[in-house]
């Protein structure tokens, strides 16, 4: 297996059989296979489905509340727009928008008897997204691992296992969920211009931190791999140019809300009161401990030979993240953050198990 084609992330033709059968029955066996155990492990993991949503609907948690933004796309009067960066992830709504016009309004005992139908239906409709996308990310996780890295099927399951445990620390609450699959499908079409392209392209209208750390990952490897230069350069300037024009949709549109994000001035002061709430009990929980956590995972990862297309020099993509959480959140939102960050190191950390 050459390089290149590890890098493809598929599976190189088994035979020189001139009609091509051979490659037919296997591309659709693999995506008969994909299928069928994205839809076992849907019905599988659905209790997680129940517990995401009672942590919603019971406002068990604080959490990035969508519904009245995708009540407002559904024409609902109870819909409102929302501040801004959360008003530039319209493109997550228009997902969830045919979800919410299928799903009944589920309620629970204990739920509080004036709670709206259209917002249960809405909560309801943004965290089957999340929850779909999520196992999508493990599933694509596998698929990769298995296909594209040639890893055994039983370090596949475990890579993608990974991916869905750590994607718990992100904000699967709202839309996170589809963020990683996003980023694990970018992973996956990095050296395939077309996809990868419109991956960029969507994510600006889903969710900005999908092409943030696609572009991070690729220009630490740009930065630190002279081997990787050349076929890396055009994926990273895709990547590049989704966040350039993030930035100008904030710009040009200047919705408001959040204007600490866009005060270059105030900058300092809001790292500093990051770093101090960091200190605290519920820093070290919601944001070193995560951090710790996925710094463990990489370490344990690239520790064993590099698996293509992953490198060590991954790793600083996490620091990075967190810089990038210092400047552009306030208080308890590194360690989800850095862990949209997870599917580049479910796979090297799986793949390392067959060293040990």
Not at 72 to 83: I, K, N, T, V, Y
Not at 216 to 234: C, T
Not at 236 to 261: D, H, I, S
Not at 303 to 309: D, F, G, Q, T
Request: hydrophobic share 55%; net charge positive; aromatic share 10%.
């Amino acid at each position: 297996v050459t390089d290149d084609e590890l890098w493809s992330c598929t599976l190189p033709n088994e035979t020189t059989r001139p009609d091509g059968m051979t490659r037919l029955v296997s591309r659709h066996s693999g995506i008969t296979g994909l299928v069928l155990g994205y839809l076992a492990a849907v019905i599988v993991l659905s209790p997680f489905l129940i517990v995401l949503y009672r942590l919603c609907v019971f406002h068990t948690v604080p959490y990035d509340d969508y519904a009245p933004f995708l009540l407002w796309l559904a024409g609902s009067d109870q819909g409102r727009l929302p501040d801004s960066p959360y008003v530039y992830r319209l493109g997550a709504m228009i997902l969830a928008w045919p979800v919410y016009r299928l799903v009944p309004p589920v309620g629970f005992t204990n739920l509080p008897p004036d709670t709206p139908a259209q917002w249960l239906r809405a909560t309801l409709a943004i965290n089957l997204i999340s929850y779909l996308a999520l196992v999508g990310a493990a599933a694509v996780t596998c698929q990769t691992a298995v296909r594209g890295c040639r890893l055994a099927p039983s370090q596949g399951l475990i890579a993608g296992m990974l991916v869905f445990i750590l994607g718990w620390f992100t904000g699967i609450e709202a839309i996170d969920g589809v963020s990683l699959l996003l980023i694990t499908l970018g992973i996956a079409w990095v050296m395939q211009p077309l996809p990868f392209a419109l991956l960029a392209a969507l994510s600006v209208g889903i969710n900005e931190k999908v092409a943030l750390v696609l572009a991070i990952w690729l220009a630490v490897r740009m930065l630190l791999v002279p081997a990787d230069r050349a076929r890396l350069g055009w994926p990273a300037a895709v990547a590049a140019m989704a966040v350039v024009a993030y930035f100008a949709l904030v710009a040009t549109l200047r919705m408001p809300g959040n204007e600490y994000q866009t005060n270059v001035a105030g900058f300092l002061g809001t790292i500093m009161m990051n770093l101090g709430a960091y200190a605290s009990a519920r820093g070290l929980a919601l944001n070193i401990f995560p951090i710790l956590i996925l710094a463990a995972v990489a370490a344990w990862g690239h520790r064993a030979p590099a698996v293509a297309p992953f490198n060590r020099a991954d790793v600083l993509t996490i620091p990075a993240l967190m810089g990038v959480a210092l400047v552009f959140t306030q208080f308890f939102q590194a360690g989800r953050i850095v862990m949209h960050a997870a599917p580049l190191f479910a796979i090297p950390a799986a793949a390392a198990i067959r060293t040990r």
